[in-house]
């Protein structure tokens, strides 16, 4: 069961990262200050390509850690990047400021994780989602409660009786409904949704990506949203990135991606999915080693120290994103032999066992389904 819509290729462009990289300085010592040695930089962002359309939702998925929340923050400038570009509608904004920046985030909005911490609960609901309308000075006292009541609507929250109340009063659905009106009030076109629904009950978060995926058609929204819970991306989404250590490792539609995974990475996170074949235990699957830290970034592929198939290509050349069908990319020496033949004395990683995943689609569809069923 999926709520996916179909995307027209030739919709224009909302936001676009090109190359974009947030390193964050590390603190050094005294001793280290004094001899000048510089700390090192965690490269939370490190070369990523992402394009988003016009009623396109766009899944981000990947372990704790990877830069997923960064890369949301970054594109809504909540952070500077270091590098890279940022086009909205065709404009850089990646170092704009003062007037310019406001206006643009009047045009790019955030859904946060904890819809328990991301509300003031001194402020009534109504004044919750008027807020972003005073800091942007948008419309009389009359004018700005008319478009908070049309926000309530739209997340189909009554504002007679919940307009005046505290976020106190909500269940924790309804506080995310609240919070996304706060975001839609200000009728942005882009919308970075950082795990809106993991701290919800599995019967409100399809009600709640129903709602996101309603807003996407009708209102014309490009949403990025993250997510750790593969089950909810394939669910929502019509395309999928996966991110590991700074950089994307695969992308491509999302019945590409989640059923026909190529990257080694991606296959460990689609065999995490429990089996839902009654009287079946699957071995359970484990990635081995632990997430190297973007502060001593490894060279060569990033996942080398993690990999199954990993040789002495991968530990020491980077592979490149390469298209291997329709708008599907991966990072895998073993789908690119460019830097083999670039690297002949260094043994390649074969396919082997990596490229048996028809089993995939089956258990992805399983779990959905059991997922969202009711």
Same mark, same amino acid.
């Given at each position: ?143 700005? &409660?008319?478009? *908070?009541?049309? +926000?309530?609507? @739209? %997340?189909?929250? =009554?504002?007679?009786?919940?307009? /005046?109340?505290?976020? !106190? ?5 309804? &506080?995310?409904? *609240?919070?996304? +009106?706060?975001? @839609? %009030?200000?009728? =942005?076109?882009?919308?970075?949704? /950082?795990?809106?629904? !993991? ?8 009600? *709640? ?65 429990p089996r839902m074949t009654p009287g079946e235990t699957p071995e359970r699957i484990e990635l081995r080693g632990d997430v190297p830290s973007p502060l001593a970034v490894p060279p060569g592929c990033r996942f080398s120290s993690r990999c199954p ?66």
């Amino acid at each position: 069961m999926s709520t996916r819509h179909a995307i027209d290729p030739s919709a224009p462009l909302v936001i676009e990262a090109q190359d974009l990289k947030t390193h964050f300085q590390g603190r050094s010592g005294i001793l280290s200050a004094l001899v000048g040695v510089k700390p090192p930089s965690a490269r939370a962002l490190d070369g990523v390509d992402l394009r988003i359309r016009e009623r396109e939702i766009v899944g981000l998925v990947g372990e704790s850690g990877c830069g997923k929340s960064t890369l949301g923050m970054t594109l809504v400038r909540m952070y500077q990047p270091t590098d890279g570009q940022i086009l909205y509608r065709g404009e850089d904004i990646t170092k704009v400021e003062g007037r310019r920046l406001k206006a643009y985030r009047h045009s790019a909005q955030i859904i946060f994780q904890d819809p328990y911490s991301s509300l003031n609960p001194r402020l009534t609901i109504g004044q919750v989602i008027e807020e972003p309308l005073i800091i942007h000075g948008i419309g009389t006292a009359a004018e700005r &409660r008319e478009k *908070v009541i049309r +926000a309530l609507e @739209l %997340v189909r929250i =009554p504002a007679e009786g919940n307009i /005046d109340r505290y976020p !106190s009063d909500l269940s924790g659905g309804q &506080r995310q409904r *609240v919070a996304i +009106a706060r975001a @839609l %009030v200000l009728e =942005p076109k882009f919308i970075v949704a /950082d795990e809106p629904v !993991s701290m919800l009950d599995v019967s409100i978060q399809a009600s *709640v990506l129903e709602l996101l995926d309603e807003l996407s058609r009708e209102l014309g929204l490009a949403v990025l949203y993250i997510s750790h819970d593969i089950a909810t991306v394939g669910y929502i989404c019509n395309h999928v990135a996966v991110m590991y250590l700074g950089r994307i490792v695969e992308e491509g539609r999302s019945e590409d991606v989640l059923m026909r995974p190529l990257h080694p990475y991606t296959q460990r996170l689609m065999d995490a999915i429990p089996r839902m074949t009654p009287g079946e235990t699957p071995e359970r699957i484990e990635l081995r080693g632990d997430v190297p830290s973007p502060l001593a970034v490894p060279p060569g592929c990033r996942f080398s120290s993690r990999c199954p198939y990993a040789t002495a290509l991968c530990e020491a050349v980077e592979p490149a994103l390469s298209d291997q069908a329709e708008a599907h990319r991966v990072r895998c020496h073993i789908y690119d032999d460019r830097a083999a033949r670039a690297h002949p004395d260094l043994p390649a990683p074969r396919a082997g066992k990596i490229t048996e995943v028809a089993e995939t689609g089956a258990l992805v569809a399983a779990a959905e389904d059991a997922r969202w069923q009711s």
